[in-house]
Every structure is written in C-alpha cells, then in structure tokens.
C-alpha cells in the first residue's frame, strides 16, 4: 500500500525559532499533499492544501506568513513554522493522494511539536 | 457550517460483540464519507469509502451504512478484538472540493 513518512517525529525547540517538517510520498507520486494540526482529544484540521508546482492554498485563519508550505516534487512537501511559540505546540500531521477527486488521502505518522 | 458529529464518549464493549460507531452530519449530503482508524501518536489509517448513492460497504469485518434521510452513517466493527481498541474518524467530503472534513472521533475500547 501507499506509505507516506514523515520526519522528525518529534521536535522540541525554543520559542522564536523555526521548524521543518518534511512530508514524503514513498511509493507514489503525490500530485496533492495536506497539511493538518490536531490538538489533544480533537480532530484534525486542515491548514492547507498544496499541489506540486504551485502556492498552497490556506484554510480560513491559519497564518501563511508563519507556516510556510513548500511543495517542490511529487514526493516531497515540507511545513516550516516559523519564529515558533508554545501555542504552536501540536501534532501536525501531513497527507497525499496521487490524484482525481476521490482518490484516498494517506497519512503520515505525525510529527509532535513542543515549543518551550 | 457543515459539522461532523462523533460521540466523544468512549464506547466500551466486551470482546466478540458487535461494535457500531456513530456519525452525524449537518446541512448538506456529501459526495461520500470516509472512515479512519487512528492510533495514539499515529496518523489515521483509511479504512472504508461509502458515497452518497451507497447504502452499505463491506471489508472483512468492517461494515459501513450510509442513510442520507438520517444524515448518518454508522461503522460496525464485528468479533471485536483488544486490538480493535483506538479512535475511529468519520471524514465528510463535498462534490466540490473533495476535501475531507473530520470529526472528532470516537475512542473504541475492546475489553479481554
């Protein structure tokens, strides 16, 4: 079946700094990937949609200036949180699907994010 | 808003019952619902598609009932095993833009 992965797992930074979260389609070309951050005991929300190739498209209220979404190849997205705060502490987890309109999305594992 | 509403109380069951997790929608019918199994610390897992001209999807022991007058789908988990135990996620997708919007899911514990 189709694996997505995603690295680090887990990231503990200071407040004010940046991270990165890499998105990777291991054994498919994904022509979409999304992007969602899920807080304790809720569900996940979707911050932004980005295709290959072009500028993702961001949910109503998400900061595009402070989650900057690159999707530079068909395997790879990356979501970096930029200048991070303790509010931004979540779990953010990525998806891709390899194209039509209802083809299934398949998740990566998460990436748990802790700012100090 | 179109809202996705899942019991966020746990459901509870004995082994080898017949599990059924429940999933309301508002305002409009979707082009089809999704169900996900999620993990602790994991991402979701796509277990099964129904669209909105289904009435019923099977695999293996996993069956998923959509009525559009109900605006309700339900997830059967049947012979339910200790390994079973996680959180189910109903996911509804519009005929515009195909995006799944999740619900919160439900907590499923399958006791020995």
């Known amino acids: 079946g189709a694996v997505v992965s995603q690295h680090p797992s887990w990231v503990i930074c200071k407040s004010g700094t940046s991270v990165k979260i890499e998105c990777r389609s291991l054994?498919?070309?994904?022509?979409?990937m999304f992007w969602y951050r899920q807080f304790p005991k809720q569900s996940l929300m979707l911050m932004a949609t980005?295709?290959?190739?072009?500028?993702?498209?961001?949910e109503q209220g998400v900061e595009k200036d402070k989650f900057l979404i690159n999707h530079a190849s068909l395997t790879l997205s990356t979501l970096t949180v930029t200048s991070a705060h303790p509010e931004d502490s979540s779990f953010y987890i990525c998806?891709?699907?390899?194209?039509?309109?209802?083809?299934?999305?398949?998740f990566g594992p998460g990436t748990r994010l802790t700012v100090l | 808003s179109q809202k996705i509403e899942q019991n966020s109380e746990a459901l509870n069951i004995q082994e080898g019952k017949t599990a059924t997790l429940t999933c309301n929608y508002t305002?409009?019918?979707?082009?089809?619902l999704q169900w996900y199994r999620q993990d602790p610390g994991r991402g979701p897992v796509f277990l099964l598609l129904?669209?909105?001209?289904?009435k019923e999807k099977r695999k293996e022991r996993l069956k998923v009932t959509f009525d559009t007058t109900l605006k309700q789908s339900l997830f059967h988990i049947t012979a339910s095993q200790p390994a079973d135990s996680a959180t189910y996620l109903c996911?509804?997708?519009?005929?515009?833009?195909?995006?799944?919007?999740f619900g919160r899911g439900t907590s499923l514990i399958v006791h020995p």
């Open positions: 998806s891709a699907k390899s194209g039509g309109t209802t083809d299934t999305q398949y």
């Open positions: 054994d498919f070309q994904a022509t979409t």
């Open positions: 980005s295709n290959e190739g072009s500028k993702a498209t961001y």
């Open positions: 305002n409009y019918s979707p082009a089809y």
């Open positions: 129904i669209r909105e001209n289904e």
């Open positions: 996911a509804w997708a519009s005929g515009g833009s195909y995006i799944p919007t």
